[in-house]
């Protein structure tokens, strides 16, 4: 199974919502990332935390990290229609170098 | 500019046939990578490449050949192709391990149909 775990695998929320996403892993990490994917488009990367830490900010966003619990969660305040795209995150296992491993991500809709 | 930039956009092509995928970084990153998407979204890594040197090569088969000519430049070319060959293949590059941290960023990604 993948390292990293996405739950729900999809979500639709009106706009002006929050949105929350939840990642589980495995192994003992470096750090986790989270990425946006638009249809048709590439990854492109949101915020990385640490594993020293537990909550980070960015706009936004609000990524938490229970490194106890193997697991993450993203949320999305406010969402706005622009916010529509997939979520994956992505885990920097120890001792795995350069490698990530993503989830199969969370779809998420956000509706006018 | 385009920081990734992979071609073709779009590649159909016959069962059996080979076909190659190039990927440019202008970001001055030393590693590169190359990752197949599947029409279920998972994202895996296949290979990548520090400095033109191969670092991690997954389960792939031999038929995908990675090609690494000068570090802002990692090629993808794969004999024989199958149908099991569809998906989107991205390219991505970073930094490196500076700090610890492994940040990547993505190509748009090459729609490779096999019929």
């Known amino acids: 199974s993948q390292q990293g775990e996405e739950d729900p695998q999809a979500l639709s929320i009106q706009e002006g919502e929050n949105a929350t996403m939840n990642c589980s892993y495995k192994?003992?990490?470096?750090?986790l990332q989270w990425y946006r994917q638009n249809s048709g488009r590439g990854l492109v990367h949101l915020i990385l935390?640490?594993?020293?830490?537990r909550e980070k900010h960015s706009g936004r966003l609000r990524v938490t990290l229970d490194t106890s619990k193997k697991s993450s969660s993203l949320l999305i305040t406010a969402s706005r229609a622009a916010d529509t795209a997939s979520y994956f995150c992505?885990?920097?296992?120890?001792?795995?170098?350069?490698?990530?491993?993503f989830g199969g991500g969370t779809r998420v809709l956000v509706k006018p | 500019d385009t920081a990734v930039s992979q071609t073709p956009k779009y590649l159909v092509t016959q069962m059996g046939n080979d076909k190659s995928i190039k990927c440019e970084q202008n970001l001055g990153h030393d590693t590169m990578y190359w990752y197949k998407q599947d029409s279920k979204k998972f994202l895996k890594i296949m290979f990548s490449?520090?400095?033109?040197?191969?670092?991690i090569n997954e389960t792939v088969p031999n038929r995908f050949s990675p090609k690494s000519p000068d570090k802002a430049h990692l090629n993808l070319h794969i004999n024989s192709l199958e149908l099991g060959d569809s998906a989107v293949y991205f390219c991505?590059?970073?930094?490196?391990?500076?700090?610890?941290?492994?940040?990547?960023?993505f190509g748009a990604g090459t729609r490779l149909s096999v019929l």
């Open positions: 992505a885990t920097a296992p120890q001792a795995a170098g350069n490698k990530l491993t």
């Open positions: 991505a590059s970073s930094q490196g391990l500076a700090g610890g941290v492994n940040i990547q960023y």
């Open positions: 935390i640490r594993s020293n830490e």
């Open positions: 192994t003992s990490i470096n750090n």
């Open positions: 490449y520090n400095n033109k040197e191969l670092i």
